[in-house]
């Protein structure tokens, strides 16, 4: 019965994002990505991931979905697609996307241990409760990791706010 929830669960959440990609409107690609972020709550909670659920809930499907639906409304209100009718970057999007899934099917097949990803696979947590072994495990196991995530977003708060100053810039000179 749990498998069969589980996969259930994973077929919506995987035809939710395949229907995003494809559908026109953005705001309906957004609305899209919200069921897909729910769905892979729903599957943290399946697999005990209590603490997990609730943030893929809070900080992504709440507050980072809101922010995409203000920079779409804010920058395409009219609905129109800018991008309609070029063929050349539609080649390089299919060229990058299957780039990129050739690296996603190298990693799977070849394995972790292959690509030198240190600790895999992890070894079985079995102390204390949900939240005390994400911690402990982030910051014994994948310290090294953390950092380097959180250096860059830090070089990707640096460059946007570069281009805003930029932006701002440029308008103030009109």
Known sequence: ???AFF???GLIAILSSATMIVVRKPVHSALLLVVTLFCVAVLYLSLAGEFLAAVQVFVYAGAV???FLF???LLNPSGEDPLAGSRRIAIVAVVAAGALLAVVVAGLTAGAVALGIPNYPPPPITWGDNIQAIGRSLFTDYLFLFEATSLLLLIALV???ALAKGQLGRMGRR
């Open 159 to 161: 460059g946007a706010s």
């Open 1 to 3: 019965m749990e498998v």
């Open 71 to 73: 920079v779409i409304t």
């Open 7 to 9: 996969a259930a669960i």
């Open 65 to 67: 979905m809101v922010l």
